[in-house]
């Protein structure tokens, strides 16, 4: 087999491919077997024909389709490896003729991955992070394992506080008309939620036990029911109770409650050092992902819509398995959002084409910089990933090697590599205030 590229305009190109005649002979071999299990011909059972009879009565020319239909896979294929071209869609194959004993031409019109023009990604300039941990921020991680653990207080006497879970009667109109939903009894609001419309949570601050009021509010106008949007409500409300959480003593008893420590400040350090590994671990992050943009951004390349188109479809998958983790799923999540499929599409574009862009640079400085992926980065990464896994890496190699992934898993490495290097070579500057 013989396979010739050329292109035509941007990233499109034609391969043009030769199948010698054995190989063509071959396939007819391949598409008589087929066929023959399938046809009828007196005096032979259904299999049984030979060749030479069954080419008598149908033609060899009724193989033909079957051939064709069995060389080009293999063949587009090897011809895409032999001349090293990355294909991003479906070909657009064309042939002239094909004939029993002759070699076999098609072209295939294709669209490749587009030339990246790099621009400068060595020596990008990251603002340096702080990852400095103040009083303010351990205080407030303090308070947040605080109200975990508050006991709820029954109110007696006194009025509803923000913050105070409260027990209300409600029932809601529309100028003097009852709506559907807009009624529950005995129902649990926490003030400051958010949960409720807008202004009504306001409004029961300040109500006592048994406690009658009229709230006055108005629906948002893109609220879901279009009855309602926009509309002045009046909501009769009866309060019958209030709650209100009461916050434990922050001492050497709180902390041995939550934590392994014997003190107070024994937890607070624990606390300020996860909070510094946290920072540290943010700011790694923060830094590989302004060098990939900065590279990107400093690159030119022209996005196909087919690949901004395959990365959407990934992220729509990806967006479904989380709702799926979440106990819903799309359709559930198009009914509470009031979006559709295609306008989800829409809103996720600029961020595939972000996506797609930037794989394309870091691919293409990969391959400037000669990265390279061998055996060692694959067992490194193994037993890296054994430890998060809980897992021998001999284990997880198998279960990449059985899913036919371990290819997506080198390029993931030398991606990961190619990342290091711009980090390596970047460097950290103090933003001036």
């Given at each position: 087999m013989k396979a010739t590229w050329e292109k035509i305009e941007k990233n499109i190109g034609v391969l043009e491919v030769e199948v010698d005649a054995e190989q063509v002979s071959l396939a007819l071999d391949k598409a008589f077997k087929k066929v023959a299990g399938k046809v009828n011909v007196p005096g032979f059972r259904k299999g049984k024909v030979p060749r030479s009879i069954f080419e008598a009565k149908f033609g060899i020319e009724s193989l033909y389709r079957d051939a064709i239909d069995i060389i080009l896979p293999d063949a587009y294929m090897e011809a895409v490896k032999e001349t090293g071209i990355d294909p991003i869609d479906r070909p657009d194959i064309d042939f002239d003729e094909f004939s029993k004993g002759t070699t076999f031409t098609f072209k295939a019109k294709v669209m490749v991955k587009p030339e990246v023009q790099l621009g400068e990604y060595k020596g990008?300039?990251?603002?340096?992070?702080?990852?400095?941990?103040?009083?303010?921020?351990?205080?407030?991680?303090?308070?947040?394992?605080?109200?975990?653990?508050?006991?709820?207080i029954v109110v007696e006497e006194g009025t509803a506080e923000n913050g105070d879970i409260t027990i209300i009667d409600y029932e809601g109109s529309v100028e003097g008309v009852l709506f559907e939903g807009g009624k529950a009894d005995n129902h649990s609001l926490e003030l400051g939620s958010n949960s409720f419309i807008p202004g009504f949570e306001e409004q029961v601050i300040g109500?006592?036990?048994?406690?009658?009021?009229d709230i006055t509010v108005t629906f948002p106008t893109e609220y879901h029911s279009e009855d309602l949007a926009g509309k002045e409500a009046v909501f009769k409300v009866t309060l019958h109770e209030i709650k209100r959480k009461q916050l434990p003593e922050l001492d050497d008893e709180f902390a041995k409650d939550v934590s392994e420590f014997e003190t107070l400040d024994e937890y607070k350090q624990d606390i300020e050092n996860k909070l510094k590994e946290r920072k540290l671990k943010d700011n790694e992050m923060t830094v590989e992902s302004t060098v990939i943009e900065?590279?990107?951004?400093?690159?030119?390349?022209?996005?196909?819509?087919?690949?901004?188109?395959?990365?959407?479809?990934?992220?729509?998958?990806?967006?479904?398995n989380r709702l799926r983790m979440q106990g819903m799923n799309m359709e559930m999540y198009f009914q509470f959002s009031g979006q559709n499929e295609e306008a989800l599409r829409e809103q996720m574009k600029d961020e595939a084409e972000k996506?797609?862009?930037?794989?394309?640079?870091?691919?293409?400085?990969?391959?400037?910089?000669?990265?390279?992926?061998?055996?060692?980065?694959?067992?490194?990464?193994?037993?890296?990933?054994?430890?998060?896994y809980k897992k021998p890496a001999d284990e997880l190699r198998g279960i990449i090697e059985s899913n036919g992934t371990i290819e997506d898993f080198k390029t993931d490495l030398r991606t990961k590599k190619t990342v290091k290097l711009l980090v390596e070579s970047s460097k950290l500057v103090t933003e001036v205030a």
């Open positions: 990008i300039e990251v603002p340096e992070q702080s990852a400095e941990v103040t009083a303010e921020e351990i205080n407030t991680e303090l308070e947040s394992q605080q109200k975990r653990r508050a006991e709820l109500m006592s036990k048994d406690d009658v009021k900065k590279a990107a951004l400093a690159s030119e390349v022209e996005i196909p819509e087919v690949m901004v188109g395959t990365e959407v479809d990934r992220m729509v998958e990806e967006f479904g996506r797609v862009r930037s794989q394309l640079v870091l691919e293409a400085i990969a391959n400037a910089e000669n990265v390279m992926v061998d055996d060692n980065d694959v067992n490194e990464e193994l037993v890296r990933l054994s430890e998060v």
